[in-house]
Structures are given as structure tokens and as C-alpha cells.
């Protein structure tokens, strides 16, 4: 299936292709794998953590170490080998090819005096073959007749020692010129040594020899081991070393996350604790609201029901006595009278509230607004955001009497006038503002009635959870702010 792109009503649709559905599960596949990786990571402990990620980076750097420094050491002692070995054998070439330097070819004596020095005890030994060779890459001198005369593929090796370096190789023989050496199958250390003319000092030919290096391999190889020991070993020595900080460090992490948790464990089940406090003062503070509201109901009953009716009866009576000719007192006892009455019963109303169970919002703010203006003859302007709520009764009671001593101040105050009630609700919390345009006071100058008289207020706030606030100042009038966070439910209006 190939990736292809067709026209429905004029919209390209691009058909995707199995190869990119296979490479799109390859690629998911692969984040997978290496999130389940890092998220197991993620689980184990960190000394565990260091010794697998740590124990790995250190292998990695033993072996890159371990390999650099045998790689130098084999250098160097193949080097030390070579130049050791070429300083000895270019005293008996060397004067035996200078006339390489006029002709192409050793003379036949020249030739008879380096296959009796390669005959000489010491040399034949170490030295198993030597090869003499021409710029060009010809063979001037072999110590196999075979090869002289012969021309090979100029290789690296020789290219630099024509431009005067000296070069080694420990068993490593690949050219086909040393077919007849690598057929030995003994380690062989092959060095190209340059010859040097006597009189000019200008290269004239390169001398190949190969050496027996049984022993040379010996060296490497105990050589190799002491420095992949020494690595091994300091590399163990500083990964313990770490690992035994991490583990100390990890066991501190640890026995402080213990306490840790456990001091979170404490204040969560101390928060846990003061929450209920908290909830089982607040549903204390409720119900003494209601329990008020009740003996304030029941003393304005008893008010209306017992003196009331009893200054009712008295003043009928002198009002009768004075009818028929009493003194001229009567009038003045009668006055009197009257004006308890009338006190008395404007106390028993104010005591008595209104049945508020079940009513929301607006409705308990819409009779107390219409019970103060029938009582004082003001007017009060009601100004509502849309959405209403049905709250309980301590919360219903706490607002009934915000509004209604807010009014009452503002009439007693500022004369009714402005007299304002604004409320919003928004996600359960009811904001409610009582305001009037008198010319309001100074908070820190009011006398000691009104200062009970507000601070008495705030704490009927404070009680069903709410919070009040007082905000005016001389010659801008006055609001009482309330905020309740309300646990009835709300319903769009």
C-alpha cells in the first residue's frame, strides 16, 4: 500500500501509508519502553539507583580508560622495541647499502655480506628476515632471493618511512610481500627503518626487518594486565567510595522522609482535628443564634402579651377617669401611658422576627427592607445581581439582622436618607452591602454604645462563618459590608 492523496468535494484526503503506520508504532513503542525504563528507575531507592546508572558509567569508563592506556603502553613499548631494534641492525646495512645511492641493485658482494651478517650468531636469532627497499617499490635486497627485483604496492607504511619517520607493527603483517612471514605463525615485530646516505644524509633506500617478538608479547601482555588491574582496582576503589556517600546520604534522605512524613501525618490529623473544632463551634455559635432569636422572641411576646396589655388596660381606665371630671394629672399619668405603650410594643416588634424558615435570599432582604420603611416612613432602594439561594436558618437570621441594624443606623444616623441594600451571589458566597449617603463618622471617634453595637454585629457575622467590614469616614456616608459563605442551595432568578 503506497501513500496516495484523492479529491472529495474538493478537499484533499491524504491516505497514509502501512511503512508510516509500522514506523508511527516503532516510534510509540520506543517512548514506552523508555518511560517504563525511567519510571522503574524512578521506583528504586537512589543507592540502588547510583550502583545500576553509577556501576554502569563506571564500567564504561573503565574499559575506555583501560583501553586508551594498554593502546599507549603497546605504543610505547613497541616503539622503544622498534627503535632499539633499528639502531642495532642499521650499524650492519647501513654501510652495506650506500650503493643504493648511484645503482638500482646491490652488488653481488654487498649481497653475500648481509646474508653472512643475517648467518651471524645474535642475529639470527631475533632477526628471521630483512628486505632492502626502492623508492619506487621494488625490492633492492630480500633475505629470500625470491623477492629481489620483485616491485609491490607502496603502502603507507613505507611511504613514511621514505619521509623519514620509522615505523612499526607488532603482528600485524597484511601486505603480500610477507606472505612467507605470516606463514611462520610467531609473533613478529616488523619495522621500516630508513637508510640514510653517508655523505648527503638524504634517504637512499628503507630497510624491513622482522623480529621475533615471543618475548615482546610476553611484555604487552603483563604489561596489558597491570594497567587494566590499576584501572579495575581504582575504579572499584572510587565507585565504592561514592556509593558509600550516596548510601550514607540516602539512609540521611531517608530517616529525615520518615520524620517528614510523620510530622505531616501529625499536622494533617491536627488540622483534621481543628477542623471538626472549627465546624463544631461554628455549629455551637448557630445554634445560640437560634436559641437568641428564640428568647428574643419569646421576651417580645412576653413584652406584648403581659405590661403591654396591663399599660393597655390602665390606660383605658384613666383615660375613662378622666372623661368622667378626674384631676387635671390624669392627662399627664395618660400621656405617660402612651408613650410606654408605644415604646413597648416598638420593642416587642423589633424583637420578634418574621417566619424566615425555607425563604431565600431576596425574600428575607425584601422584608426587612419593607418593614423598616412602613416603620420610619423612608425609602430603601434594593438592588440585586441575578441568581437567589435558600440558606439555612442561623445564615437566613444572621442576614435578617445585618440588614435590618444597618437600616436602623442609617435611619437613626442619616435620617433614612440613600438608605441602599445591594447583593450578589457568586459560586455560594453572598455579598451583602447596607449604605447610606449620610454624613457619616469617624470609626475611631464613635461613643461606647455604638462601638458594642457593631463590634456585637460583626460577631453575629463571625458566627455563621461570615466576615463584615465597616467602611466610612466624614462626609461620605456609610456601608456595612457582609460576606457569607452559604450552605443552601442557589437557584437562577
Not at 513503542?29 to 537512589?46: E, F, I, K, Q
Not at 653517508?198 to 608479547?217: M, S
Not at 418574621?354 to 432602594?381: F, Q, Y
Not at 449620610?438 to 463571625?462: K, N, T
Request: hydrophobic letters at 40%.
Amino acid at each position: 500500500m503506497q501513500d496516495a492523496t484523492c479529491d472529495l468535494g474538493g478537499a484533499p484526503v491524504s491516505v497514509t501509508s502501512d511503512q508510516t503506520i509500522e514506523a508511527g508504532k516503532q516510534r510509540t513503542g520506543g517512548v514506552a519502553w523508555y518511560r517504563r525504563v525511567r519510571s522503574g528507575l524512578n521506583d528504586v531507592p537512589l543507592d540502588r539507583h547510583f550502583a545500576i546508572v553509577g556501576g554502569l558509567v563506571s564500567l564504561v569508563g573503565m574499559l575506555v580508560i583501560g583501553a586508551f592506556v594498554g593502546s599507549r603502553i603497546e605504543s610505547a613499548v613497541v616503539r622503544n622495541s622498534a627503535i632499539s631494534a633499528a639502531i642495532y641492525m642499521e650499524s650492519f646495512i647501513a654501510p652495506l647499502s650506500q650503493e643504493l645511492q648511484h645503482s638500482e641493485a646491490l652488488s653481488p658482494a654487498a649481497r653475500a655480506r648481509l646474508d653472512g651478517i643475517l648467518d651471524q650468531p645474535g642475529i639470527n636469532d631475533g632477526i628471521i628476515s630483512i628486505k632492502i627497499w626502492r623508492e619506487d617499490g621494488s625490492i633492492a635486497y630480500a633475505s629470500d632471493p625470491r623477492l629481489i627485483g620483485r616491485q609491490f604496492e607502496v603502502n603507507w607504511e613505507l611511504q613514511d618511512a621514505w619521509a623519514g619517520d620509522l615505523v612499526a607493527n607488532f603482528d600485524n603483517l597484511d601486505g603480500t610481500e610477507s606472505l612467507a612471514e605470516q606463514a611462520l605463525g610467531i609473533p613478529l615485530l616488523e619495522v621500516y627503518n630508513p637508510i640514510h646516505s653517508i655523505r648527503t644524509g638524504e634517504i637512499i633506500a628503507v630497510a624491513e626487518f622482522y623480529q621475533d617478538a615471543a618475548e615482546l608479547k610476553n611484555d604487552l601482555t603483563r604489561a596489558w594486565f597491570t594497567s587494566w588491574s590499576v584501572v579495575a582496582l581504582s575504579t572499584a576503589v572510587t565507585f565504592a567510595a561514592l556509593w558509600g556517600i550516596v548510601r550514607a546520604a540516602h539512609r540521611t534522605i531517608e530517616g529525615q522522609k520518615q520524620q517528614l512524613v510523620q510530622r505531616v501525618q501529625e499536622i494533617s490529623h491536627v488540622s483534621k482535628v481543628n477542623e471538626t473544632l472549627r465546624a463544631r463551634i461554628q455549629q455551637a455559635s448557630e445554634r445560640n443564634a437560634s436559641l437568641n432569636e428564640q428568647f428574643l422572641r419569646r421576651l417580645g411576646s412576653e413584652l406584648h402579651d403581659g405590661p403591654a396589655q396591663a399599660l393597655a388596660f390602665a390606660n383605658l381606665r384613666i383615660s375613662a377617669w378622666r372623661d368622667r371630671g378626674g384631676p387635671e394629672e390624669s392627662g399627664q399619668i395618660l400621656s405617660a401611658l402612651e408613650e410606654a405603650l408605644a415604646n413597648i410594643r416598638h420593642l416587642s416588634r423589633g424583637l420578634i422576627l418574621p417566619d424566615l424558615e425555607g425563604k431565600s435570599v431576596a425574600e428575607a432582604i425584601r422584608r426587612v427592607a419593607e418593614a423598616h420603611a412602613d416603620r420610619t416612613g423612608t425609602h430603601v432602594t434594593l438592588d440585586r445581581s441575578p441568581g437567589d439561594a435558600r440558606p439555612g436558618l442561623p445564615q437566613l437570621i444572621c442576614l435578617y439582622r445585618f440588614v435590618q441594624e444597618g437600616l436602623s443606623n442609617a435611619w437613626r444616623h442619616a435620617g433614612g436618607a440613600g438608605q441602599r441594600v445591594e447583593w450578589s451571589l457568586s459560586d455560594g458566597t453572598l455579598d451583602v452591602t447596607v449604605s447610606d449617603s449620610g454624613p457619616g463618622f469617624d470609626p475611631h471617634l464613635i461613643d461606647g454604645s455604638e462601638r458594642i453595637g457593631l463590634e456585637a454585629l460583626r460577631q453575629r457575622v463571625q458566627s455563621v462563618g461570615g466576615t463584615f467590614h465597616l467602611d466610612t469616614a466624614p462626609g461620605r456616608g456609610t456601608r456595612l459590608i457582609m460576606r457569607l459563605h452559604l450552605n443552601g442551595p442557589s437557584e437562577t432568578a
